[in-house]
């Protein structure tokens, strides 16, 4: 494919993204009925794609169109390419602009606007980071590094560093986690790397990892991750100490791949049904990744940041305040409830464990740390809590 013509695939899986299209969904459909397409045009094509999510409201400023035409008009004008030399409508690129689409660009009305955030969330966004905000919100216009976790059941970490480095998968030690590396070159190749393949290293951000080595975790105790998902902090959990673990989901589909991860891993992890929680309490630690906005990680998932609104928002937030009331009940005497997400939003971490203490002053809050996206990993929280002993 032409540099033209790639960006004309974007065009189109754009315009399907923005009528309600999942990212994901769109590009695999353009793959498959594309299969002229390279592995080299995917990807580009998969960037162009990206990027255009990331800096939507910046992008359709400079492009003049809340379009796929208009998205990929603006990056071409921030990267200085003027777009008449692609879009001619030559060798399958996009028709050449009329004289309106020519005409049509302005400067960003807002700083939201200017650093692609939505007009409704800023206020938000910027009293919870404060001098930070700007900073953290163009980290988010920009794609996320790539980190991996070395399983320590499998690998020490010089070791995996050079196996992947055997299979051109170049990686460099993060100061973020202890197990934590970011790979410089090679990315794509990991998932079908004889490294990964093998259990040696697993894809996890830096601050998710980070998050699992600040837990409480020694050898013996009984251990839950309550919002398990896919399970990579449940995997990293069992790496860290030996752990009688278990694994929960609200929506235990999304645990469907768990156990063959676990495996791979070389990993014991007891599956949980809803029914079954009460029956396999009281743990040690409990940890609660709860669902969140993703605010810290929508470098990865862009798409997140536009279907967002106010009304959902407020949603999640009594959605993790029911998670921590459920989940606190299945904690032991003297045992810790963590609470971490992905969010950079004060009313989805401090706000909500402050309401939490309110319901249950029983309860004291051990430690709080956060991860800022600006600082290169996603952008995380993770706050840890204990009941107070009670008198007799």
């Known amino acids: 494919m032409t540099p033209a013509a790639r960006l004309q695939a974007a065009i189109e899986i754009l315009d399907q993204i923005l009528d309600g299209d999942v990212a994901e969904k769109a590009l695999t459909g353009w793959a498959r009925r594309s299969r002229f397409a390279g592995s080299k045009d995917r ?23 809340y379009t796929g035409r208009g998205l990929i008009v603006g990056a071409l004008r921030q990267d200085g390419i003027e777009p008449d030399t692609l879009f001619t409508g030559e ?6 602009l009329s004289d309106d689409e020519g005409l049509n660009p302005h400067v960003a009305a807002t700083v939201a606007e200017r650093l692609d955030i939505p007009e409704w969330l800023w206020p938000q966004f910027a009293d919870s980071l404060g001098e930070n905000a700007e900073t953290a919100a163009e980290a988010l216009r920009h794609r996320a590094p790539v980190y991996i976790r070395v399983n320590r059941l499998r690998s020490g970490i010089d070791q995996a560093i050079e196996a992947l480095g055997e299979e051109g998968i170049i990686c460099k030690k993060h100061p973020a986690a202890e197990a934590a590396l970011e790979v410089t070159e090679g990315a794509r190749r990991i998932r079908n790397s004889d490294t990964y393949l093998s259990g040696q290293v697993e894809l996890q951000d830096a601050a998710s990892q980070a998050v699992v080595e600040a837990l409480p975790l020694n050898d013996g105790m009984t251990v839950l991750d309550y919002c398990a998902g896919g399970g990579g902090k449940t995997l990293a959990m069992a790496a860290r ?36 929680l009460e029956r396999s309490a009281p743990f040690d630690l ?56 992905c969010s950079m939003l004060d009313d989805e971490n401090t706000n909500q464990i402050r309401r939490f203490i309110e319901r249950y002053p029983e309860w004291n809050v051990l430690s709080e740390q956060s991860w800022p996206v600006q600082n290169g990993t996603d952008g995380f929280y993770v706050a840890m809590l204990t009941r107070a002993e009670v008198d007799c």
Not at 303 to 323: C, H, P, S
């Open 91 to 96: 060798g399958y690129g996009p028709p050449a």
């Open 43 to 65: 990807a580009a094509v998969r960037d162009h794609v990206f990027t255009s999510l990331r800096c939507q409201r910046s992008h359709a400023a400079l492009g003049g169109a």
């Open 286 to 341: 409990v940890l609660c990744d709860a669902p969140c906005s993703g605010s810290g990680s929508w470098r990865r998932s862009p798409e997140g940041k536009w279907r967002l609104n106010a009304d959902q928002l407020a949603e999640l937030q009594v959605t993790q305040g029911e998670i921590l009331d459920s989940a606190a009940e299945l904690v032991a005497a003297n045992g810790v409830l963590a609470y971490a997400t």
């Open 241 to 276: 100490a030996k752990l009688s673990l278990f694994a929960h989901d609200a929506a235990p589909r999304r645990m469907q791949d768990l156990s063959l991860r676990a495996d791979r891993a070389g990993v014991d992890v007891t599956v949980l049904e809803p029914d079954a």
